[in-house]
C-alpha cells in the first residue's frame, strides 16, 4: 500500500498561486495513477484532477481546468498540484490519493484506495 503526505497548503489571497506536493512511499507509486481531492467545509469530498502512471494524460475537473496543473516525478516518488489564479471558492482541505490497481485515470473515484492526511488551503479576497 502506498503511504502519502501532502505538503505546501496554506494561506493566500484571490490571484495567488501555491504548489502542493505529494511524497509518497511504496514499490507501487510509480504504476499508480494519482489523484487530487478537496472537501470543503460542509461539502462532499470532489474530485479536483488525477495524471496517469507516466505522466502522459492528466485529467481536470472543469472547474480548476486552465488554473491548475498536476505533474509528477517518479524518481522522487512525488506529485504536484500547481495552483494559479487562485479563488475563494477553492478553499478546501487538498487530499491526495493513489489508485495503485490502473495505470490511466478510470474516473470511478472509489478505485483511488490510497490517502493522504490533508493539506489545508485557505484563498482570502
Known amino acids: 500500500q502506498v503511504q502519502l503526505v501532502e505538503s505546501g497548503g496554506g494561506l493566500v489571497q484571490a490571484g495567488d498561486s501555491l504548489r502542493l506536493a505529494c511524497a509518497a512511499s511504496g514499490r507501487t507509486f510509480s504504476t499508480s495513477v494519482m489523484g487530487w481531492f478537496r472537501q470543503a467545509p460542509g461539502k462532499e469530498r470532489e474530485f479536483v484532477a488525477a495524471i496517469s502512471w507516466r505522466g502522459g494524460r492528466t485529467y481536470y475537473a472543469d472547474s480548476v481546468k486552465g488554473r491548475f496543473t498536476i505533474s509528477r516525478d517518479n524518481a522522487k516518488n512525488t506529485v504536484y498540484l500547481q495552483m494559479n489564479s487562485l479563488k475563494p471558492e477553492d478553499t478546501a482541505v487538498y487530499y491526495c490519493?493513489?489508485?495503485?490497481?490502473?495505470?490511466?485515470?478510470?474516473?470511478?473515484?472509489?478505485?483511488?484506495?490510497?490517502w493522504g492526511q490533508g493539506a489545508q488551503v485557505t484563498v482570502s479576497l
Open positions: 490519493a493513489a489508485d495503485p490497481k490502473h495505470t490511466f485515470y478510470t474516473g470511478t473515484h472509489s478505485d483511488f484506495g490510497s
